[in-house]
């Protein structure tokens, strides 16, 4: 079918992807206390294609699917052409989806009213809308730009991801919407190229400029496997990790305290690696090997910046090493390690994530570290399966004793990248 225009046009919105609360409801991890357990009532699937159809009056050409990363090790070394270990999770973001014949680009988000905002084509570009839906619209704008014939699409958006909490959100319904508009078009365009499309839509359309491995672990992940990414190449190597066939368990501690990567912080940690890496002469911080050689930086601030980013490359590889051994319980004081150098040398932690790694080392969890790009999130723990649940009731009452809202914890696996639904 060709949807017809509906709603009401909508400028703007919040400045938060995910607003108040979380992206696909509070505390809702896809199941009770499971990231990516199943969802009553049908799920974000569901939803999607019911909204489509209160919205844009008739069914969906198609539904596709994307989950959130969650990453294992490897954080701001993306942007710095670095590595990374992330892998995706079985909580998403849906988009049902049909193609229309006036050019324009509709969407409607179950979480954010259900009012539906509306893009012409004439002003597709940078700047002309804000929140939630500039996600979306940049990526449209983004294959456009990139000389793929994109028409006009009515979008329908629900999801069972908690936004702000550092499994990329926005990298879901980027990469989600990428898929949706490549199917509804049948546009040869590969997974990477795919990627590198969302990347730009978040760094040029929305203005976040952030890195490539969350597209990359969405588009590109495999159930049972992390992806050790090469972000120089833009390739991903399936790595084995089964916690659970290892007698352990990966909980995902969301701290609630919800992070903005539009905020200045992100950008001012970019721009200081790349002046760290202009001031040694090299392309990026990936090219350099040692720690030693960053004693020529004379600024204190660019030379913590830079060890962190040196030191993180060097863990991720050895953590990968160790799984493709089977000895992933040997991975955990490198996560706490990571942990150490984000909250020392880079200054991205908060002190929900602080106060979660120590009460769960302390409850006898083999490792620990905040994840994703900092300044509010999650946290992920690796411990033996045995005592996860002392590591749950550690977390929990710190966060009790300290006032704070009390976190949403969760096994979880590594799951597949995003589909076509339907």
């Known amino acids: 079918m060709r949807a017809e225009p509906g709603g009401v046009p909508e400028e703007g919105g919040p400045e938060v992807f995910g607003g108040p609360g979380v992206f696909g409801g509070p505390g809702v991890f896809g199941g009770p206390g499971v990231f990516g357990g199943p969802e009553a009532g049908g799920g974000p699937e569901a939803g999607a294609v019911r909204l489509f159809g209160e919205r844009f009056g008739g069914p969906p050409e198609g539904v596709w699917r994307a989950p959130g990363r969650v990453n294992f090790i490897g954080e701001h070394t993306d942007y710095n052409e670095g590595f990374a270990l992330p892998f995706a999770i079985g909580t998403g973001v849906c988009v049902a989806a049909a193609a229309r ?21 004439g002003v597709l570009a940078p700047g002309a809308l804000g929140g939630w839906a500039a996600y979306p619209a940049g990526v449209a704008w983004a294959l456009r730009s990139a000389g793929h014939r994109v028409g006009g699409a009515s979008l329908a958006v629900d999801a069972d991801l908690p936004a702000g909490a550092g499994l990329s959100s926005s990298a879901a ?135 962190h980013v040196v030191s993180e490359n060097r863990r991720v590889l050895e953590v990968a090493g160790l799984l493709r051994g089977g000895q992933l319980g040997l ?3 490198l996560l706490t390690a990571s942990h150490a150098s984000l909250r020392d040398d880079f200054e991205v932690s908060w002190p929900e994530a602080d106060a979660a790694v120590d009460a769960a080392l302390q409850a006898g969890a083999l490792g620990a570290r905040m994840t994703g790009g900092g300044f509010g999130g999650s946290v992920i723990a690796l411990a033996p399966a045995a005592t996860a649940a002392g590591v749950t009731r550690a977390v929990t009452d710190i966060f009790g004793r300290r006032g704070w809202r009390a976190p949403v ?14």
């Open 101 to 121: 014949e006036d050019g324009v680009v509709a969407l409607s988000s179950r979480q954010y009213g259900e009012s539906v905002v509306t893009v012409s084509p």
């Open 173 to 307: 319904l980027e990469c989600a919407t990428g898929l949706a508009l490549a199917g509804l078009y049948r546009l040869a365009v590969s997974r990477p190229e795919l990627a590198a499309l969302g990347r730009r839509a978040e760094n040029d359309f929305v203005g976040v400029p952030t890195g490539l491995m969350d597209q990359l672990a969405v588009l590109l992940g495999q159930a049972g496997h992390a992806l050790l990414l090469d972000c120089r190449t833009g390739t991903g190597t399936p790595v084995p990790l089964d916690p659970a066939a290892a007698g352990l368990a990966l909980l995902v501690i969301d701290t609630r305290a919800r992070h903005e990567l539009t905020d200045g912080g992100y950008a001012a940690r970019r721009r200081a690696c790349e002046d760290a890496a202009r001031a040694l002469g090299v392309r990026s911080l990936r090219d350099v090997t040692s720690v030693g050689e960053l004693d020529r930086l004379g600024d204190p601030v660019l030379h913590r910046r830079a060890r």
């Open 331 to 333: 991975a955990g004081p």
């Open 409 to 422: 914890i969760g096994p979880v696996q590594p799951a597949q990248g995003a589909v076509r639904l339907r």
